[in-house]
């Protein structure tokens, strides 16, 4: 899977429950995961 998130600006507590709630359900699937960004989207 890739996403490109262009011009991200953040993202809200909601959206990380729904993050971690999909990742707890998926975690015996996900053989590897690597996310890529710019400086600026890594201090997000």
Known sequence: MLVEL????GSTAGAAWEDTK????????IERLAIVGDKA???A
């Open 6 to 9: 262009v011009h991200f600006h």
């Open 22 to 29: 999909f990742a707890v359900r998926q975690f015996n699937d």
């Open 41 to 43: 989207w890594e201090k």
